[in-house]
């Protein structure tokens, strides 16, 4: 196999040789002018007796010739020499974001939801071959993001999570157990994969606790994550442009009370041998990685590589060895018989 690393300057060495003919030309034609304007034809000639037009010619040639075998060095041959499969393992996580209004509150600087979004983003920088994916829930659940290696991407999913991206309102623990394991069955098998659940737990659906039991029977560890405090706290309300107006008030005018539910979180947690972890000001994910690295890593995906040699001395050598002699070419010659300068004009 033979390619050049450096695309751009191949292609430049490709059409040089057509734009250095056309300079060519243009500056023959431009050089019979300004000889013609000098003087007369005998007077040219006579000046230029001594001037061999096949050096210069051939001069220009080998001008040409190493500027092209140059830029065909700066374009970086290379052949391959070998194929090396290269096997990734890691394992496939998701996290389950919720994102309703409760996620509002501010027991926790400057609030939960922006204190998850930051301790995820930092849990994603420190993933090692991992594949991460992003379930955001309220009411309802939808993946954000699907499984990834590219963390760049599953980062700007995870910057454009916001209370209110769902507009169904709720939290949907059930649903977002449900979500993850339908998008690993798509994608494998869920055994020895992980989903960190992240909310403040206030759901009065039934059947969390039975979707977190399919999780444990297809082999899918739940570490749950429950932001807030065991206080209860009002719930911030801001307009469109983000300026505060208040708290959430009930139908009779009364200010909602969001309080942590960490009983259901530490039951999901040990219903799939995973674990619960409190998310306040001092919440870390590098322990919630730690326990997942625990787990049997599986092959993600491998890749082969060719190892390629570097082949550019070779036409640096020719490109060097044609603008060598070109030096050494004379534009002149030396004539035995000289004319006198009065002859020049006779």
Request: glycine share 8%.
């Amino acid at each position: 196999m033979f390619r050049f690393e450096n695309q751009e300057i191949f292609y430049l060495a490709l059409i040089f040789p057509f734009v250095y003919a056309l300079i060519w030309v243009i500056n023959s034609k431009r050089r019979k002018k300004l000889l013609k304007n000098f003087g007369t034809n005998v007077l040219v000639e006579r000046l230029l007796e001594n001037v061999m037009p096949v050096f210069r010619r051939t001069k220009g040639i080998f001008i040409g010739i190493g500027i092209f075998f140059i830029l065909l060095a700066m374009a970086k041959p290379q052949k391959g020499t070998g194929v090396e499969e290269i096997k990734k393992e890691g394992h496939d996580i998701f996290v389950a974001i919720d994102v309703s209004e409760s996620m509002n509150a501010q027991d926790v600087t400057p609030s939960r939801l922006e204190k998850a979004k930051y301790e995820i983003r930092n849990f994603i920088e420190n993933l090692k071959g991992d594949r991460i994916g992003i379930i955001a829930f309220a009411g309802v659940s939808f993946v954000q993001s699907p499984l990834t290696l590219d963390y760049g991407a599953a980062k700007l999913f995870l910057d454009v999570l916001e209370v209110g991206s769902i507009s169904e309102t709720g939290t949907d623990l059930a649903g977002a157990i449900e979500a993850t394991l339908d998008a690993l069955t798509r994608d494998s098998s869920p055994a020895h994969k992980a989903l960190i659940l992240v909310t403040d737990g206030e759901t009065h659906d039934a059947e969390t606790l039975e979707w977190a039991e399919k999780a444990r029977d297809e082999g899918l560890k739940i570490f749950t994550v429950g932001m807030g405090s065991g206080k209860g706290v009002p719930i911030p309300e801001y307009d469109i442009r983000g300026r505060s107006k208040g708290y959430k008030k009930d139908k009779n005018g009364n200010v909602v009370i969001t309080k942590l539910d960490e009983s259901t979180l530490r039951e999901i947690g040990e219903i799939t041998d995973g674990k619960y972890f409190r998310g306040e000001n001092n919440l870390s994910f590098e322990e919630i990685y730690k326990e997942i690295t625990k787990l049997e890593s599986t092959e993600l995906g491998s890749r082969k590589y060719t190892n390629f040699d570097e082949k550019y001395q070779i036409p640096l050598s020719i490109g060097l060895f044609f603008l060598l002699i070109e030096v050494l070419i004379p534009l002149t010659i030396r004539r035995k018989k000289t004319r006198k300068l009065g002859q020049l004009y006779q």
